[in-house]
Structure formats: structure tokens, C-alpha cells
């Protein structure tokens, strides 16, 4: 069974830093692409960004210059540093895998519980 649990959220005033981290569990072997996405009250999950196992990454244009996506590919784990923060980024922030080859099988999309931001004015 692969997991994926979020950590790094909280309440941080505007113009602040934080940095998420998204650690996958399991007997894993190889993970293709990982990324971050956001909820705010009443509307829909968007893409924040994400980065596949060879680097290459995508972010959203709300977040381009602010936020940067690494991965660490030995500990199966993403990450999200966050700066210059916006109270328009508050939402809940939930971490992403995608097609993961494990010991339990292959997965094609694995969601973490997510992690709240919360960015004050």
C-alpha cells in the first residue's frame, strides 16, 4: 500500500515563507510525476505545480516567481517552497503521485490528505 502524507502547512503572515513536504510510504521502485495542488472554500482543485521524475516542472501562473517544486527521488519525497505569500493562497494543499511502480503494484493516481495554508493579511 503506498501513502502519501503532507506536512509544512500552517498560518503565515503575507510576504511570508513556508515549504511543504509530501513523503511517499511504501515499497515503492519508481514514481513518475508528483505535484501539488490547492482547494480554496467553494471552488474547484487546481494544479499548483508539479514535476516529473526527471525534473521538468509546471506551475500555475498564480504561483510563477513565488513558489518552487523539488523532488528528492531517493526518498520518494516532493517538496513546495513557498514564498512571497498572498492571502489568495490560502487553501488546502494536497500532494499528488502519479504512476507509482511499488512492491503492492502499480497506482495510477495517489492523493495525500492535504495540509492547510493560510495566509493572513
Known amino acids: 500500500q503506498v501513502q502519501l502524507v503532507e506536512s509544512g502547512g500552517g498560518l503565515v503572515q503575507a510576504g511570508g515563507s513556508l515549504r511543504l513536504s509530501c513523503a511517499a510510504s511504501?515499497?515503492?521502485?519508481?514514481?513518475?510525476?508528483m505535484g501539488w495542488y490547492r482547494q480554496a472554500p467553494g471552488k474547484q482543485r487546481d494544479l499548483v505545480a508539479d514535476?516529473?521524475?526527471?525534473?521538468?516542472?509546471n506551475y500555475a501562473d498564480s504561483v510563477k516567481g513565488r513558489f518552487t517544486i523539488s523532488r528528492d527521488n531517493a526518498k520518494n519525497t516532493v517538496y513546495l517552497q513557498m514564498n512571497s505569500l498572498k492571502p489568495e493562497d490560502t487553501a488546502f494543499y494536497y500532494c499528488?503521485?502519479?504512476?507509482?511502480?511499488?512492491?503492492?503494484?502499480?497506482?495510477?493516481?495517489?492523493w495525500g490528505q492535504g495540509t492547510q495554508v493560510t495566509v493572513s493579511s
Open positions: 511504501g515499497s515503492i521502485f519508481s514514481i513518475n510525476a
Open positions: 514535476i516529473t521524475s526527471s525534473g521538468s516542472t
Open positions: 499528488r503521485a502519479d504512476r507509482v511502480v511499488s512492491g503492492s503494484g502499480f497506482y495510477r493516481d495517489i
